[in-house]
């Protein structure tokens, strides 16, 4: 499978972005989905993430501003993103997996997200 992940950009303090990640085929033995991120000189880590049961989880810092979405008929991965803070400053990377089989795990190319206060 192959990710696009798009949406990134510029935008200023408290605006939104919505970002999109396409795979490149069904996602049959796909079970989990998620969006990360890596701040400047940090680790990349996660934002959010989906089941295949549809169960959402989010990091604290951004529960209540975003929300992680799919479409699995058009093999979409989605995140909006709402009330941006500059901290919020990072590239983005959509995953998928299968968490039965770890040789099914694939990251997209990254989008860079910019607040600016």
């Known amino acids: 499978v192959q990710l696009q992940a798009s949406g990134g950009g510029l935008v200023q303090a408290g605006g939104s972005l919505t970002l999109s990640c396409a795979a490149s085929?069904?996602?049959?033995?796909?079970?989990?989905m998620g969006w990360y991120r890596q701040m400047p000189g940090k680790q990349r880590g996660l934002v959010a993430t989906?089941?295949?049961?549809?169960?959402?989880d989010y990091a604290d810092s951004v529960k209540g501003r975003f929300t992680i979405s799919r479409d699995v008929a058009k093999n979409m991965l989605y995140l909006q993103m709402n009330t941006l803070k500059p901290e919020d400053t990072a590239v983005y990377y959509c995953?998928?997996?299968?968490?039965?089989?770890?040789?099914?795990?694939?990251w997209g190319q990254g989008t860079q997200v910019t607040v600016s206060s």
């Open positions: 995953n998928v997996r299968n968490l039965n089989d770890p040789r099914d795990n694939y």
């Open positions: 085929r069904r996602m049959s033995r796909i079970n989990f």
């Open positions: 989906i089941s295949q049961g549809g169960i959402r």
